[in-house]
């Protein structure tokens, strides 16, 4: 008897060790979600509503596209239902503003990771990596980054390739504008020799515009993460969760067709999604 004691006695010793070691292994999407995020009831993103395939505004109005998805994804795991992520558009230069003034509580919206921008807010982990590229009028006399040299570049507000191409041509002019839609209209109207945006933006817009041609070269290498507030660690835990749950269910290779036609431009971007990125230069 005292034998079958001591042994139920280790056993559950045992169970009790496996069960904290269980509970350390979890996914950290299912960590408890902040206090103040529970009592709300719903999770705040901000989203990019004018960067087909990530963000753009659908027929119906409403927010469509990948990272639309993925927001969706957040709702599903924190309360049980994608309407649970309350989406709000966000322009480029709005969105870190929107997360530290506490309009929004997190921020997937073609956000790359930066140290200027880090020393503001946090990142999850990365869930997507990839370069920009230049598009110009197809009559162009540009045929490389180089040919840029003293001419003008649009940019989106607040867009990082600034920063990289301003170290590489100095002598390049940049015209900053809120929007994809007011960058394509602006250089179809001559007012600046090209525009530079994500690759995968620039190529689905570049498809619409048939006097546009896209250079070759690529541009930087960005690396997107989800966008928190600085010191927000439990929700963080809880967003690079969700990232990793996506990532090894192959969610995007699901997703990602749904808004890319071109099965080659398909292909490339599940790869940005679902492999790690090559190491940066």
Same mark, same amino acid.
């Given at each position: 008897?005292?034998?079958?004691?001591?042994?139920?006695?280790? +056993?559950?010793?045992?169970?009790?060790?496996?069960?904290?070691?269980?509970?350390?292994?979890?996914?950290?999407?299912?960590?408890?979600?902040?206090? @103040?995020?529970?009592?709300?009831?719903?999770?705040? /993103?901000?989203?990019?509503?004018?960067?087909?395939?990530?963000? @753009?505004?659908?027929?119906?109005?409403?927010?469509?596209?990948? =990272?639309?998805?993925?927001?969706?994804?957040?709702?599903?795991?924190?309360?049980?239902? @994608?309407?649970?992520?309350?989406?709000?558009?966000?322009? +480029?230069?709005?969105?870190?503003?929107?997360?530290?003034?506490?309009? /929004?509580?997190?921020?997937?919206?073609?956000?790359?990771?930066?140290?200027?921008?880090?020393?503001?807010?946090?990142?999850?982990?990365?869930?997507?990596?990839?370069?920009?590229?230049? /598009?110009?009028?197809?009559?162009?006399?540009?045929?490389?980054?180089?040919?840029?040299?003293?001419?003008?570049?649009?940019?989106?507000?607040?867009?990082?390739?600034?920063?990289?191409?301003?170290?590489?041509? &100095?002598?390049?002019?940049?015209?900053?504008?809120?929007?994809?839609?007011?960058?394509?209209?602006?250089?179809?109207?001559?007012? @600046?020799?090209?525009?530079?945006?994500?690759?995968? +933006? /620039?190529?689905?817009?570049?498809?619409?515009?048939?006097?546009?041609?896209?250079?070759?070269?690529?541009?930087?290498?960005?690396?997107?993460?989800?966008?928190?507030?600085?010191? =927000?660690?439990?929700?963080?835990?809880?967003?690079?969760?969700?990232?990793?749950?996506?990532?090894? =269910?192959?969610?995007?290779?699901?997703?990602?067709?749904?808004?890319?036609?071109? &099965?080659?431009?398909?292909?490339?971007?599940?790869?940005?999604? =679902?492999?790690?990125?090559?190491?940066?230069?």
């Amino acid at each position: 008897m005292y034998k079958s004691i001591s042994m139920f006695r280790r +056993t559950a010793v045992a169970l009790g060790a496996l069960a904290v070691f269980s509970l350390t292994a979890l996914p950290a999407s299912a960590q408890a979600l902040p206090k @103040a995020i529970k009592d709300a009831g719903v999770i705040r /993103i901000g989203v990019k509503c004018d960067s087909p395939p990530f963000g @753009a505004s659908g027929t119906d109005g409403k927010p469509a596209g990948i =990272e639309i998805e993925m927001a969706k994804q957040i709702g599903i795991a924190a309360f049980g239902a @994608a309407e649970k992520a309350e989406l709000s558009c966000v322009a +480029t230069d709005a969105r870190i503003p929107s997360l530290t003034g506490g309009k /929004i509580d997190l921020i997937i919206a073609t956000l790359g990771k930066t140290p200027s921008r880090e020393q503001v807010i946090d990142y999850s982990d990365i869930y997507y990596w990839g370069s920009s590229r230049v /598009i110009v009028p197809k009559d162009s006399k540009v045929q490389k980054l180089a040919d840029l040299d003293g001419k003008s570049m649009l940019i989106i507000k607040g867009g990082s390739q600034l920063k990289w191409l301003k170290e590489r041509i &100095p002598s390049l002019e940049f015209v900053q504008l809120n929007t994809n839609a007011d960058n394509l209209q602006a250089l179809q109207q001559g007012r @600046a020799d090209g525009y530079v945006g994500d690759a995968i +933006t /620039i190529a689905t817009l570049a498809a619409n515009y048939p006097e546009f041609r896209t250079l070759e070269e690529p541009v930087d290498l960005g690396f997107n993460g989800v966008g928190v507030r600085k010191g =927000e660690d439990e929700l963080k835990a809880f967003v690079n969760g969700v990232v990793k749950k996506l990532k090894n =269910e192959k969610f995007y290779s699901k997703t990602v067709p749904t808004f890319v036609k071109d &099965p080659v431009v398909a292909v490339e971007m599940v790869k940005s999604f =679902e492999t790690d990125p090559p190491a940066a230069k």
